[in-house]
T-cell receptor, first 111, second 115 residues
């Protein structure tokens, strides 16, 4: 059962573009929503955590929003750079434990 | 203590062998989680400890898998009679219980290759 869906699965953009990654989830009883970055063969780097009482979080060129009523979160990356190339994962947190991850969006930013 | 650590970072083994991985959580984090990530997929939950008690195990955790956290600090994940399908990245995370939801902090993972 796929509970968290990420679209697109892969994305290739030229450097400098603003882009949006999408994450949708089927269970509206969400607690937190967290975005991660994963470089090939590496572990997870936390980017932004949105608690259920919040609508968005910002860090540098990254902005993440959460709309529980529609079951969606978006990660906005401004002025993309080649160093942003990675897989981006969203994870739904329900209850007090257990993250449910999407399958990720593989981003490639071309110089 | 700067974060969650895992050892080893890479493990190559032959089918049928047993392997054991270790996870050291952030100090004073009483919750510890194991996840498995196969190629092209997001991590999937395996099991969860609160202190030394194992509170939930996923159906993914077959009887060949066993996890322990004997003193409520570090944890081990053992796979017996490894199969090629066990090849994956095994990720450990830890957290404190918090009113706002327990943010999990992930380790670098152990990459297992079963030949």
């Amino acid at each position: 059962k796929q509970e968290v869906t990420q679209i697109p699965a892969a994305l290739s953009v030229p450097e400098g573009e603003n882009l949006v990654l999408n994450c949708s989830f089927t269970d509206s009883a969400i607690y937190n929503l967290q975005w991660f970055r994963q470089d090939p063969g590496k572990g997870l780097t936390s980017l932004l955590l949105i608690q259920s009482s919040q609508r968005e979080q910002t860090s540098g060129r990254l902005n993440a929003s959460l709309d529980k009523s529609s079951g969606r979160s978006t990660l906005y990356i401004a002025a993309s750079q080649p160093g942003d190339s990675a897989t981006y994962l969203c994870a739904r947190v329900s209850g007090t434990y257990k993250y449910i991850f999407g399958t990720g969006t593989r981003l490639k930013v071309l110089a | 203590d700067t974060g969650v650590s895992q050892d080893p970072r890479h493990k190559i083994t032959k089918r049928g062998q047993n392997v054991t991985f270790r996870c050291d959580p952030i100090s004073e984090h009483n919750r510890l989680y194991w996840y498995r990530q196969t190629l092209g997929q997001g991590p999937e939950f395996l099991t969860y400890f609160q202190n030394e008690a194992q509170l939930e195990k996923s159906r993914l955790l077959s009887d060949r898998f066993s996890a322990e956290r004997p003193k409520g600090s570090f944890s081990t994940l053992e796979i017996q009679r490894t199969e090629q399908g066990d090849s994956a990245m095994y990720l450990c995370a830890s957290s404190l219980p918090a009113a706002g939801g327990n943010e999990q902090f992930f380790g670098p993972g152990t990459r297992l290759t079963v030949l």
